[in-house]
């Protein structure tokens, strides 16, 4: 079988290497108690690097799938 490594960026939890509203839906669905994520997958998404996964970064992913800002530089 083979292995697919996909090197994860800041705000991208599927590999498709840019922040889209799969991002938002996961965090909005984490947020809403609909779904869990592991801590690596918060870890992707806490693009404002405060160690919480919260409206802020719900609010930043929104902006930047939708072309208003851009991701952090780290």
């Not at 965090?27 to 996964?53: A, C, F, H, M, P």
């Not at 930043?60 to 952090?72: G, I, R, S």
């Amino acid at each position: 079988f083979r292995v697919k490594i996909v090197a994860a960026e800041s705000g991208d939890i599927d590999g498709d290497g840019k922040t889209t509203a799969v991002e938002v839906q996961a965090i909005y669905e984490y947020l809403t108690g609909q779904t869990s994520l592991s801590w690596g997958r918060r870890n992707l998404l806490d693009v404002n690097g405060d160690k919480v996964l919260d409206v802020y970064d719900l609010q930043y992913c929104y902006e930047v799938a939708a072309a208003l800002k851009a991701l952090p530089v780290a």
